[in-house]
């Protein structure tokens, strides 16, 4: 049975790492993406784990030979998502997290609607403000082309199948659980695993 892609988007300091980081920590079977990126590394980040850092030249070559499902320019640099790794594991039954930005999450949906797309929102413009300011890892001018950003990406949370209010992170994690939950427990989701127990009752 193959696994579901879900695509999590929101506005940078939304705290959707957070949030994925406690679903992958208390749900079995799912895997994020790690993207290609042309980000500098931040401090504490590993290549492979948090992103493949690339050259602009490798991420280019890169695209030329169609590595990419879908990629992007967001805040001044380009973020993309492997082909490769996304059906590898789905195929090998995982469900598979995309964190990627909204032109990232409509450019998927488009190519796999059936993928379950989650906004994450902050409650407010002034807490989203905040959050980026403590986390410290911006400079002045890339606060402020992230806080110019999230004007126009949060206004794009019509398009996702779901949204999730980041206020308290206890209650966004329980929400965001219980859309991977749900999903799980589709008809589509469940059928090899139904059948033989339909089948039981056939054979007394
Ligand atoms: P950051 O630089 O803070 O790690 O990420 C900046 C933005 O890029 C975030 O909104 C993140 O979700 C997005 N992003 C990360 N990886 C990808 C990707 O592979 N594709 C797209 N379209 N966006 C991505």
């Not at 990629?71 to 590898?88: L, P, Q």
């Not at 995982?94 to 989650?118: F, M, R």
């Not at 959050?131 to 990406?153: I, V």
């Amino acid at each position: 049975m193959k696994g579901s892609l879900f695509i999590i988007s929101a506005p940078s300091g939304g705290g959707k790492g957070t949030l994925i980081r406690e679903v992958l920590k208390r749900l079995d079977n799912v895997v994020l993406s790690v993207s290609f990126t042309t980000r500098p590394m931040r401090q504490g980040e590993e290549h492979g784990k948090d992103y493949f850092f690339v050259s602009h030249e490798e991420f280019k070559r890169l695209i030329e030979e169609g590595e990419f499902l879908e990629y992007a320019e967001v805040h001044g640099n380009f973020y993309g998502t492997s082909r490769k790794i996304v059906e590898d594991k789905l195929n090998q039954g995982y469900d598979v997290i995309l964190e990627i930005d909204v032109q990232g999450a409509a450019a998927v949906k488009k190519l796999a609607p059936q993928s379950i797309s989650i906004f994450i929102l902050p409650p407010s413009y002034e807490v989203l403000r905040k959050r980026l300011l403590k986390r410290g890892t911006e400079t002045a001018e890339s606060l402020k082309t992230r806080l110019e950003n999230a004007r126009r990406e949060v206004k794009c949370y019509k398009d996702f199948d779901y949204v999730v209010i980041n206020d308290k992170l206890s209650d966004a994690t329980k929400a965001l659980l219980a859309i991977f939950l749900a999903e799980r427990q589709k008809l589509s989701r469940q059928a090899s695993k139904v059948e033989p127990i339909i089948e039981s009752f056939d054979n007394d």
